[in-house]
């Protein structure tokens, strides 16, 4: 428990990748097995049963310090967290035992859970005088579900990759032989599947060359096809013996945001790999569509059916084990065509390609074009093998927007008012239409911190009003409508946040 305490306490806040991952690999090699294991679930998402409400575990603190009741509040305001003020009062451990993280949720936990309150009370208190701060501080996001992985699945799968020496969606599929979190404190998990023979690298997506301008394609060259981004939300679709699996650019698995695609997959030609995009339908609200279904890692029956999406195949790297990556765009795209065919229903589909003379007066015509596919547009010669094109975008816009709320962020930002939503006006009305610290330096972040906490009008939680003082250009790619925003629309792609010291 000493080494996931230390762990967690490194790289919560912490927004640099590859230093989280070093310090993920350090702890997996400085840990037990068991311990490894156990700490894996919990990054990976596993909570511990809750047994203690806060209020519950706020009472027990005040029984065990004897402070009162306006000293304990008085030091949550300075912490902002409950967990954190109980394992800061309840002072310094008479002892340097500590416990094996999974003695504590295989035995501990569980037995407490079975406890009268007494014993709880007396078991608890025996806990805390026995484990440092920090260990405390674990202990009881345990005990009242408060504990959240402090690292996103994603990197935490890029570590375990690098630690076991295998592709990252090679992790992904042995991972999802395992139903819930909770099974992997009892599993090996990789050990007996560690025959890396077996195990084929990531395939390597292209990256299109971005242009902003249709005349920057090479000249005299007429076979472009043109396919448009309406989503943008580039994706692949694998069917292969361990089952079918929905994978973002960066080999992300997303089988439990769209469980409905990954069914339609399934009838699928086995050993197929499809390149495509899922866009929400109606196409015209795809965007605010595939918003909530992100936002939703396990979605049920209601939002599956009220936020409609579908697959739409691009490209076709493997048909029936048969590679296809050499072959031309043309010949892949007839695979691409057979595969979503093989589809009933409408979830798998296949996005229809043009030739660019079809459309030469929308393509030098950037408002016409980006008014259809705001993300762009992805243009590739008929003749190329896979790995070649262009991606057409419209260049980067600014606004002009004013703070209006702002909200205190998490980790080493914590207390810290860091999160912002910058608005326009409209009519006799200032509206939100972006919310991001995109650029922001840390000194301007704290810069603006001191000034919510000096002007705020309003507080509610975490959040706050403040007057429309400051102000910032906004460098963004497009705007889409959004009937969640009392604006009408939302700024999407922002890339920087730049403040105008206070310019009205």
């Known amino acids: ?40 679930s919990l990054l990976l998402g596993y909570k511990p049963t809750k047994l203690l409400t806060p209020e519950k575990l706020k009472e027990l603190a005040l029984i065990y310090t004897g402070y009162p009741d306006y000293l304990f509040e008085e030091s949550q305001a300075i912490t902002g967290d409950l967990t954190e003020t109980v394992s800061l009062i309840t002072g310094n451990s008479d002892s340097d035992a500590s416990f094996s993280l999974h003695d504590l949720l295989n035995n501990i936990l569980p037995a407490l859970k079975q406890a009268a309150p007494e014993i709880i009370q007396e078991k608890l208190f025996r806990l805390w005088r026995s484990l440092p701060s920090d260990e405390r501080m674990l202990l009881n996001r345990f005990l009242t579900g408060k504990f959240r992985s402090p690292a996103d699945e994603h990197t935490v799968v890029k570590a375990l990759a690098e630690y076991y020496r295998i592709p990252v969606r090679q992790v992904y599929i042995l ?41 920057e394609l090479p000249s005299g060259d007429n076979s472009w096809l043109l396919c448009g981004f309406g989503s943008g939300l580039r994706v692949l679709l694998e069917s292969n013996d361990d089952g079918v699996f929905l994978w973002a650019e960066d080999w992300r698995l997303m089988n439990s945001h769209f469980p409905e695609i990954v069914s339609a997959g399934y009838d699928l030609p086995p050993f197929t790999l499809l390149e495509g995009e899922l866009t929400g339908f109606p196409e015209k609200e795809s965007a605010s569509i595939l918003e909530k ?98 991606l057409l975008r419209p260049g980067p816009r600014i606004i002009k927007a004013v703070l209006v709320y702002a909200q205190q962020g998490t980790g080493r930002f914590t207390g810290i008012y860091s999160e912002y939503s910058w608005g326009i006006r409209q009519g006799e009305e200032t509206v939100v239409i972006a919310r991001s610290n995109e650029g922001l330096t840390e000194d301007e972040i704290l810069r603006i911190d001191q000034f919510v906490k000096e002007k705020r009008t309003e507080k509610f939680g975490p959040a706050a009003a403040v007057p429309p003082e400051i102000w910032a250009d906004i460098t963004y790619e497009r705007k889409e409508v959004s009937k969640r925003h009392k604006a009408g629309v939302v700024l999407r792609g922002i890339s920087k946040v730049a403040l105008m010291n206070n310019e009205k």
């Open 1 to 40: 428990m000493k080494n996931f305490a230390k762990l967690s306490g490194e790289i919560e806040g912490n927004k640099n990748t590859p230093v989280i991952i070093d310090a993920i690999l350090h702890w997996l090699r400085s840990s037990p097995k068991q311990d490894a294991l156990a700490g894996v």
């Open 175 to 215: 991972l999802s032989s395992h139903h819930t979190e909770k099974d992997l404190l009892s599993a090996d998990l990789f050990t007996p599947a560690l025959n890396r023979e077996n195990f084929t690298d990531e395939f390597p997506l292209f990256a299109p060359e971005i242009i902003t301008d249709i005349n």
């Open 293 to 390: 279904r992100i936002n939703k890692r396990k979605p049920d029956t209601k939002t599956i059916s009220e936020y409609r999406v579908r697959f739409l195949a691009r490209d076709c790297l493997i048909y029936n084990t048969a590679g296809l990556m050499n072959l031309p765009l043309s010949e892949r795209l007839t695979y691409a065509h057979n595969a979503a065919l093989s589809s009933p229903g409408d979830l798998i589909g296949f996005a229809e390609r043009k030739p660019l003379a079809d459309i030469k007066d929308s393509a030098t015509n950037p408002g016409s074009l980006f008014a259809s596919f705001p993300y762009g547009v992805l243009l590739q010669n008929s003749g190329s093998i896979y790995g070649g094109g262009f």
